[in-house]
C-alpha cells in the first residue's frame, strides 16, 4: 500500500525581491521611480545606455531594465567613469529640480481623470484624453504647480492590438508587471498601506492607494484587485473603458467618490477640483455630503461652497459621446445620497437631468458636473461654441452664446514631444530660457535666422529614424502574421526613402473618416504612383473593442494596402502608442486630419507635429480651426456644400486630391541646386514661428489659472470665510428667489409700437416696464430687451442685449427704462426677459431663473 498525505496540495505565498545595486549606483532607482525621467533626455539617454537591447525589449521601462542587471554588468557600470559622471549629472538635475517648492499662495488643486498618458510602460491611457491629461500633469511639475491628481490603476489597461493576416483587430490584454512600473503604495499613520472603501450595491468595494510621481506632482491611483474583493469588485480595476454601462458606473463611482475619500484620508484638502471629462463627476457628490455632515451645512449651503471650487472640462462634442445611465441603476448605488444630503429622490436625481420628473430620461454624469462646477469649459474655441449648444438644453431661456461656458484650448508638453535636435537648435537660436516664456512668437519667430540646409538636415535626420521604424516593425508584424516572406520583401523593398510621407494615427471611430482618402482608388494610385514624386501614406490607431464600424475600416485598410498599385505606398502599423506616436509626430512631412465637422473637440497630434516641423492638413476643426495658416499649412474648406453625408465625403476627397496635387505635391518635390525646396522650408519656418508656440501646455496651463482657478480660488475662499457665510447667505437668497419667483407680474409697460411702426436708423428704442415685486428687492431684479436675427425655424442669433435701468421702486412696484440705439436696419425679433440679480453671482447660469415678457 502506498501511503498518501491528505494535504498534499500545493500552498505558495508571494514574497517580491527587490534588485539592490550597489551604493554609487543607488540613484538609479531613484530616477527611475519618478517618471520625471521620461521627459529629461540626459535621463532616458542614461538609462538606455545600461542595456540598449533590454530598453526596447521592456518598452523604454528604466525599472525593468534595472530589474535585469546582472552583476557584472552592474561592476561594468561602476567602472565607467563617464557612466558615473553621467549618473551623478542627472542625479544632482533632479535634486534640484524636486528641491523647488510651490509658491505659498498658489491654489491646491485637485484634478481628476479616467486616464493618464504618461509613457508607453504605463497603460493608463487609451488615447487622446489620457495623453492630454498626462501632458497637463507634466507641465504641472514643470510650472511648479500645487497639483495632486487622482485616477484609476488598471491591471490590464487599455488593449495592445494586434492584426490577422486577413486585417481583423486582435485585442489582447496582458496584465501590466507593477513591481516594473514607479508605483509606491500610500501609507497610513501606522505603516499600514492605506485603502478607502466605497459602498456598491449594498456591499463595501476596498482599494488600495498608490502613488506615481510625476515630477513634483503626485498622481494617486486607486487599485481594487486585492484579496479583500470579490472576483466581480476586483474587475473594477481590470480594464479602461472595458465592461457594460453598469461596470462603468461602479467604475465612476470608485473613481469619484473613492478617489475624495483618498485624499481625505491622506489630509489633502484641495482649493480647488477640476473634473477632467464627466467620469469622475460624483467626486462633488461626495465632497457635498462631508459638508452636510461634518459641518452641518445645508444641501443649499453645501452647493454653494462646492460650486465655488469646482471646475469641469468637457472634451466631447457630440451629446452620445457623454455617459449617461438608467435612474433605477443610479438609486441601486446611490440612494442613500439623497437622504444623507438632506434632499428628495427626485431632487437628487435632477442633478443630472433636464426633467427629473420624467423616469425614461437619462441621468447624465456631463449635466451632473456642469450643475455641481462653478466653471465649465470646452477644449477649443470652436469646441467652447459647441459646448454651448449641446448645454443649451440647462438654461431654457438664454441663447448658447450668453451661457457661462468658456474654452481653453488643449495643448502639448514640449518637453515630451519635441525632438532633440529640434529641441538642441530651438536653445541654440531662442536662447536657453525660452521655456519659461514658451508661448511668445518672438522667440520662435528667430527661426527665420536658420539656414534652409540646417532645417531640412533635422527634417531628414527625423524622417529617417520613422522609415527605419517602419521597415523593422514591418519586418516583425507581417512576420507573426504569417504573412508570404516574398510578400514581406515587396512592401518593404517598395518604400522609397525620398517619399512625402503624409500620417494618420488617431481613434479609429468612423466620424475622424479615415476612409476618405479612398474614396477614388484610381485617383488615389495615380497620386503615389507618379514617376519621381512618391507619396507615402501611413496610418495607425485602435477602433475600441465594440466598435465593429471602426475595426471595418481597419481590416479595408489593409485590404487596400495590399492592393498592387498600393504596395509600400499604403500602410498600417499596428498597435498604436506613445512611443510610435512620437516617431511619427517627428517623422511625417504632413500631418492628415479629416473629421467630420465640428466633431473633433480639439485634438493634439497634429500640434506635436507642428513642434517638429512638420506641416498639418486638415479640416478646420478644433485646434486647427485655430491655428491655420495659409502660409503653415492646408485646410479644407470651413462651409459644407451638401446637407448628405456621403456626397460631402466625395466632395471633401476631391478637395484632398486636388490641394496634393497642385498644392502639396509640387511645393515638396520642386528643388533647388542644392536639392531643396525654399517653399516647403518657408512652409516649415512658419509653422515653428506662428503655430507652435500658441500650442505649448505652458500656455494651457497658465490659461487654465488665468480663466478660471485664480478666481475659483478667490470666490472659495470668500465662501468658507467666517464658518461659510457667504455661502449661507447665497443659499438663502436663492432659495428665496426660487420661492418667489413666479410671483413676479408685470403692471404695465410702454414699448414702441413695432406692430404698426418701423423704427428709423437713428431714432432710439425705448421701453419702460413697471413690474410688482411681491417680497423680492428691486436691486435683484434685472430686466433686459434682447434683439435677435432669426437664421431659420428653430434659431435665433443675439445681436443686441441691453438691460434696462431701475427708476424707481414705489411701493412694491418697481418701474425700469431703456434706451436703445440700434445701428443696423433690417427684420428683428426682439423680447424683455427678467432675470435675478446678485453682486455674489459669479454669472447669469449660477441662478438660471428667466420671465420673459
Same mark, same amino acid.
Given at each position: ?95 534640484? *529640480? ?12 485637485? *484634478? ?37 491628481? =487622482? ?56 482599494? +488600495? ?89 445645508? !444641501? ?25 445611465? #438608467? ?49 465649465? /469649459? ?19 431661456? *438664454? ?55 540646417? =532645417? ?151 500640434? +506635436? ?36 453625408? /456621403? ?47 500658441? !500650442? ?23 465662501m468658507k470665510a467666517h464658518r461659510f457665510r457667504l455661502a449661507s447667505q447665497m443659499a438663502a437668497w436663492k432659495a428665496r428667489m426660487l420661492e418667489r419667483w413666479e410671483e413676479i407680474e408685470v403692471v404695465d409697460a ?14 432710439? !428704442? ?13 436691486? #435683484? ?7 435677435? +436675427? ?18 424707481? =421702486? ?32 459669479? #454669472? ?10
Amino acid at each position: 500500500m502506498i501511503g498518501q498525505m491528505k494535504d498534499n496540495q500545493m500552498k505558495l505565498k508571494r514574497i517580491f525581491i527587490e534588485s539592490k545595486l550597489p551604493e554609487e549606483l543607488a540613484p538609479l532607482h531613484e530616477l527611475a521611480n519618478n517618471i520625471w525621467w521620461s521627459w529629461n533626455k540626459d535621463a532616458i539617454e542614461l538609462f538606455r545606455s545600461i542595456d540598449p537591447a533590454n530598453w526596447k525589449k521592456y518598452d523604454y521601462n528604466p525599472i525593468a531594465v534595472l530589474d535585469n542587471i546582472s552583476v557584472e554588468k552592474a561592476n561594468k557600470l561602476l567602472a565607467d567613469k563617464a557612466f558615473i559622471d553621467r549618473l551623478q549629472a542627472v542625479d544632482k538635475a533632479f535634486r534640484a *529640480y524636486l528641491k523647488e517648492k510651490p509658491g505659498k499662495d498658489s491654489p491646491r488643486i485637485a *484634478y481628476f481623470s479616467m486616464e493618464y498618458g504618461l509613457h508607453i510602460s504605463l497603460r493608463l491611457y487609451s488615447g487622446g484624453l489620457g495623453v492630454l491629461a498626462g501632458d497637463y500633469l507634466k507641465e504641472a511639475s514643470d510650472d511648479n504647480a500645487n497639483m495632486a491628481a =487622482v485616477g484609476l490603476l488598471y491591471r490590464y489597461g487599455y488593449f495592445q492590438q494586434a492584426i490577422s493576416l486577413h486585417g481583423d483587430q486582435i485585442n489582447n490584454f496582458p496584465p501590466q508587471k507593477f513591481t516594473s512600473l514607479p508605483l509606491a503604495p500610500v501609507r497610513d499613520n501606522s505603516g499600514e498601506w492605506l485603502k478607502v472603501s466605497v459602498g456598491l450595491k449594498g456591499r463595501m468595494v476596498h482599494a +488600495k492607494v498608490w502613488v506615481l510621481q510625476v515630477g513634483r506632482v503626485p498622481l494617486y491611483l486607486l487599485d481594487t484587485d486585492i484579496d479583500e474583493n470579490n472576483h466581480e469588485d476586483r474587475s473594477l480595476t481590470h480594464q479602461l473603458y472595458g465592461g457594460d454601462n453598469e461596470h462603468r458606473l461602479r467604475q465612476e463611482i470608485l473613481l469619484g467618490i473613492g478617489g475624495i475619500r483618498a485624499l481625505k484620508a491622506m489630509g489633502i484638502d484641495a482649493d480647488i477640483y477640476h473634473c477632467n471629462e464627466g467620469h469622475a463627476a460624483f467626486l462633488n457628490i461626495e465632497r457635498m455630503q462631508d459638508y452636510v455632515q461634518e459641518q452641518q451645512l445645508s !444641501f443649499g449651503e453645501a452647493l454653494e461652497v462646492v460650486r465655488a471650487t469646482s471646475l469641469f472640462t468637457t472634451h466631447t462634442p457630440v451629446p452620445a459621446g457623454h455617459d449617461y445611465f #438608467h435612474e433605477n441603476l443610479l438609486q441601486q448605488y446611490l440612494y442613500n445620497y439623497a437622504e444623507n444630503l438632506g434632499i428628495s429622490w427626485q431632487e437628487f436625481i435632477a442633478l443630472g437631468k433636464v426633467n427629473p420628473a420624467d423616469h425614461h430620461e437619462l441621468f447624465s454624469m456631463s449635466h451632473l458636473a456642469i450643475r455641481m462646477s462653478q466653471e465649465v /469649459n470646452g477644449v477649443s474655441k470652436l469646441h467652447g461654441a459647441v459646448s454651448q449648444k449641446m448645454f443649451n438644453v440647462l438654461y431654457p431661456g *438664454y441663447n448658447p452664446e450668453e451661457l457661462h461656458i468658456g474654452y481653453v484650448t488643449n495643448s502639448v508638453h514640449y518637453p515630451t514631444w519635441i525632438a532633440h535636435e529640434w529641441n538642441e537648435l530651438y536653445t541654440k537660436t531662442f536662447g536657453k530660457g525660452f521655456l519659461r516664456d514658451q508661448s511668445n512668437k518672438e522667440h520662435w519667430r528667430k527661426i527665420h535666422n536658420v539656414s534652409d540646409e540646417e =532645417v531640412m538636415k533635422i527634417r531628414e535626420l527625423q524622417k529617417k529614424r520613422l522609415l527605419d521604424y517602419i521597415k523593422s516593425t514591418l519586418q516583425e508584424d507581417l512576420t507573426r502574421r504569417g504573412e508570404n516572406p516574398r510578400n514581406i520583401f515587396e512592401v518593404i523593398n517598395a518604400i522609397e526613402s525620398d517619399a512625402l510621407i503624409l500620417g494618420f494615427a488617431r481613434r479609429f471611430a468612423t466620424y475622424k473618416r479615415a476612409h476618405l482618402l479612398f474614396t477614388n482608388l484610381e485617383r488615389l494610385s495615380e497620386i503615389v504612383n507618379e514617376e519621381g514624386r512618391p507619396v507615402l501614406f501611413l496610418f495607425a490607431g485602435k477602433a475600441h473593442p465594440a466598435d465593429q464600424g471602426g475595426q471595418d475600416l481597419i481590416k479595408h485598410i489593409i485590404h487596400i494596402s495590399k492592393r498592387p498599385e498600393f504596395i509600400g505606398k499604403v500602410i498600417f502599423l499596428e498597435n498604436y502608442n506613445m512611443e510610435m506616436a512620437k516617431l511619427l509626430v517627428r517623422g511625417v512631412d504632413i500631418w492628415l486630419n479629416t473629421p467630420t465637422r465640428p466633431k473633433e473637440a480639439s485634438g493634439t497630434s497634429g500640434m +506635436k507635429a507642428a513642434l517638429n516641423g512638420v506641416m498639418n492638413f486638415s479640416v478646420l476643426d478644433g485646434w486647427w480651426a485655430e491655428g491655420y495658416r495659409p502660409d503653415a499649412g492646408w485646410a479644407l474648406p470651413l462651409e459644407r456644400t451638401y446637407d448628405d453625408q /456621403n456626397l460631402q465625403n466625395e466632395l471633401d476627397a476631391e478637395t484632398i486630391y486636388n490641394i496634393l496635387e497642385h498644392e502639396i505635391i509640387p511645393a515638396y518635390f520642386d528643388r533647388n541646386e542644392q536639392g531643396i525646396s525654399p517653399k516647403w522650408t518657408s512652409f516649415i519656418k512658419h509653422i515653428i514661428a506662428e503655430v507652435a508656440p500658441t !500650442f505649448t501646455m505652458k500656455r494651457m496651463l497658465d490659461d487654465y489659472y488665468e480663466r478660471f482657478y485664480n478666481k475659483l480660488y478667490e470666490r472659495g475662499r470668500a465662501m468658507k470665510a467666517h464658518r461659510f457665510r457667504l455661502a449661507s447667505q447665497m443659499a438663502a437668497w436663492k432659495a428665496r428667489m426660487l420661492e418667489r419667483w413666479e410671483e413676479i407680474e408685470v403692471v404695465d409697460a410702454d414699448i414702441f409700437d413695432s406692430d404698426n411702426f418701423a423704427l428709423p436708423v437713428g431714432k432710439p !428704442f425705448t421701453a419702460t416696464i413697471r413690474l410688482h415685486l411681491d417680497g423680492i428687492e428691486a436691486e #435683484h431684479v434685472g430686466v433686459e430687451v434682447a434683439f435677435f +436675427k432669426r437664421i431659420d425655424e428653430e434659431e435665433v442669433e443675439l445681436q443686441i442685449k441691453k438691460e434696462l435701468k431701475l427708476k424707481g =421702486v414705489k411701493g412694491k412696484v418697481a418701474t425700469y427704462t431703456c434706451q436703445v440705439d440700434p445701428e443696423m436696419a433690417g427684420v428683428f425679433e426682439y423680447g424683455f426677459r427678467v432675470f435675478p440679480k446678485h453682486e455674489l453671482m459669479a #454669472h447669469r447660469q449660477d441662478l438660471a431663473l428667466v420671465h420673459w415678457i
